[in-house]
């Protein structure tokens, strides 16, 4: 239910809220005596009892170019597809195929243009708010009246378990009463608000730093603790860490998954196992689960430098600058031969996003510059993560590609490197560096997903769902290692969500409706897909 329907009246008219405010503020005028409880209700009614001001039109029209102004941003968002996230658990889907039309890319990961409506307007309510005059309620009684409006919405949802429905049906029962006089029990205006601070004292302290809150780990899906599938029958397997390493060069990435998912609930302790689960995961196109089992990881065994680099990228993936380059600094820190470059007098977490680049920036290119004449990929692949964030394309490009001259064979590199060159626009090259990371990781389901988005972006919108689809067999695999087999899907809602605009771009909408409805067997069918 809307605000409006509470407070709003024809044009600032009587309303119901005002309404009920008078008859409390003239029912409760009628005791002789009050309460100290009583006498914070009535000096609260009287000041609320003025009816609704109207608002100035012109402060809301002066609104409007910075309201033309974000639309516009958002606008120019939604016409760039982002063709892929750069690093190791990278989210874009490029393809190869005959260059039609191009969409341009978004930094790390492609982005599926919505054909929805951001905002929805909002069905009437079925309450009906009726208007009174002032003298038609002279003798009414604020019990009987609460009852009344409490009955009127009664089938409302929206209004059903708020805290003001809660207030009223105590006022309609009698449970709150105006006129009666104190009884010496009552308490304290200030021992009131102590208990209120107390009680409230976490949420006060949340809305004190919003700005905080909204950056952090918890606001952006991050959880706390990893979510294990259900249903895993190799939890029984007490071989399962081994298993999933042979999966895992097999290229079934799911069922290696879940594999790793029953090896770290049988040895909660041990780096290796939460490792390899997160870095399976990032390559499994789910960086949020990536992210949580990286970081337990890291706890257990801080030494473990890889896991950084690849904490950093999942971040970078979710759009979380910070964090990547404080995982970024943790690297540094961890290594033996770079550790001595970070300086002791500088908390990198009280730095502003743009300090905290630079001097991430700084720091990694004088790593690079303590051995001229000796390339290290390590660094070289975090200086690409870096240029990255910050879109400097080309510099990440010579960066990964630097890196690959010494390390050839890693699919992530290669993965990388074209998601760089497809954000860059250099699609075409971007779709032989993902076919590299593929010749060396077949089960790589994030770089058949970026294919798929290269694909999208150069027109060629079949190619890209048959990609697509061949990502969610592969992660619909792993359902042979699940108990029951119909409670639990592990495949990708990033991937389906991209599979159902291709198909709106193809203009097969009843092939859409097979994609809500997940039928993959039918979807196959239609794509020519085994």
């Given at each position: 239910m809307s605000l409006n329907k509470l407070v709003g009246g024809d044009c600032g008219g009587n309303n119901s809220l005002v309404q009920i405010s008078n008859i409390v503020?003239?029912?409760?005028?009628?005791?002789?005596?009050?309460?100290?409880?009583?006498?914070?209700?009535?000096?609260?009614?009287?000041?609320?009892?003025?009816?609704?001001?109207?608002?100035?039109?012109?402060?809301?029209?002066?609104?409007?170019?910075k309201v033309d102004g974000i639309n516009n941003s958002l606008e120019s968002r939604s016409r760039n597809?982002?063709?892929?996230?750069?690093?190791?658990?990278?989210?874009?889907?490029?393809?190869?195929?005959?260059?039609?039309?191009?969409?341009?890319?978004?930094?790390?990961?492609?982005f599926v243009m919505q054909h929805t409506p951001v905002l929805r307007s909002q069905g009437p309510s079925n309450v009906q708010i009726e208007y009174i005059e002032e003298s038609e309620i002279t003798n009414v009684d604020v019990h009987a009246k609460a009852r009344e409006y409490v009955e009127s919405v009664k089938?409302?949802?929206?209004?059903?378990?708020?805290?003001?429905?809660?207030?009223?049906?105590?006022?309609s029962a009698g449970e709150l009463n105006f006129t009666e006089t104190g009884t010496g029990d009552q308490k304290s205006k200030d021992e009131i608000l102590d208990e209120m601070t107390e009680k409230y004292k976490d949420e006060w302290a949340k809305l004190s730093d919003v700005s905080d809150y909204w950056s952090s780990e918890e606001a952006n899906g991050i959880?706390?603790?990893?979510?294990?599938?259900?249903?895993?029958?190799?939890?029984?397997?007490?071989?399962?860490?081994?298993?999933?390493?042979?999966?895992?060069?097999?290229?079934?990435?799911?069922?290696?998954?879940?594999?790793?998912?029953?090896?770290?609930?049988?040895?909660?302790?041990?780096a290796e196992a939460w490792f390899l689960l997160g870095t399976t995961q990032a390559e499994n196109e789910q960086d949020p689960a990536a992210?949580?089992?990286?970081?337990?990881?890291?706890?257990?065994?801080?030494?473990?430098?890889?896991?950084?680099?690849?904490?950093?990228?999942?971040?970078?993936?979710?759009?979380?600058s910070k964090y990547a380059y404080i995982s970024l600094l943790d690297w540094l820190k961890a290594s033996p031969k770079y550790s001595d470059l970070c300086p002791q007098d500088v908390d990198p977490k009280k730095l502003d996003l743009k300090s905290l680049e630079n001097h991430v920036k700084s720091l990694y290119l004088k790593a690079a510059q303590i051995y001229p004449n000796q390339v290290d990929p390590n660094v070289q692949n975090a200086l690409g993560v870096v240029f990255n964030i910050n879109q400097e394309y080309d510099k990440a490009v010579d960066c990964f590609k630097t890196a690959l001259s010494i390390a050839e064979d890693d699919?992530?590199?290669?993965?990388?490197?074209?998601?760089?060159?497809?954000?860059?626009?250099?699609?075409?090259?971007?779709?032989?560096?993902?076919?590299?990371?593929?010749?060396?990781?077949?089960?790589?389901?994030?770089?058949?997903?970026?294919v798929g988005i290269t694909c999208m972006n150069l027109g060629a919108h079949r190619e890209a769902a048959e990609h697509f689809l061949v990502a969610l067999n592969q992660q619909l695999k792993?359902?042979?290692?699940?108990?029951?087999?119909?409670?639990?899907?592990?495949?990708?809602?990033?991937?389906?969500?991209?599979?159902?605009?291709?198909?709106?771009?193809?203009?097969?909408?009843?092939?859409?409706?097979?994609?809500?409805?997940?039928?993959?067997?039918?979807l196959n069918k239609f794509f020519g897909v085994d």
């Open positions: 503020g003239r029912d409760a005028s009628i005791g002789k005596t009050f309460s100290q409880a009583d006498r914070f209700v009535h000096e609260f009614m009287m000041q609320n009892s003025q009816e609704p001001q109207t608002f100035n039109m012109n402060k809301l029209l002066n609104n409007i170019p597809v982002p063709i892929q996230s750069f690093n190791v658990q990278t989210n874009i889907p490029w393809g190869a195929g005959p260059s039609t039309s191009h969409m341009p890319q978004t930094m790390l990961r492609p089938n409302d949802d929206e209004l059903a378990y708020n805290e003001f429905m809660s207030f009223m049906k105590k006022i959880a706390k603790e990893y979510s294990f599938t259900e249903g895993n029958v190799m939890l029984e397997n007490k071989s399962a860490l081994e298993i999933g390493k042979e999966k895992l060069k097999m290229g079934d990435i799911p069922g290696a998954v879940l594999c790793f998912e029953a090896a770290v609930q049988q040895s909660p302790d041990s992210i949580t089992a990286l970081k337990k990881s890291l706890e257990i065994d801080p030494r473990q430098l890889e896991a950084y680099i690849t904490l950093a990228a999942a971040y970078t993936n979710e759009n979380m699919p992530r590199l290669w993965n990388r490197l074209g998601a760089t060159l497809a954000n860059s626009d250099r699609s075409e090259e971007a779709v032989e560096a993902y076919h590299r990371a593929l010749h060396l990781e077949p089960g790589f389901i994030r770089a058949r997903y970026n792993s359902k042979s290692l699940q108990a029951d087999i119909k409670s639990v899907d592990t495949s990708s809602s990033t991937i389906w969500t991209t599979l159902r605009m291709v198909c709106s771009f193809m203009g097969e909408h009843d092939v859409a409706k097979l994609v809500d409805e997940r039928n993959i067997t039918e």
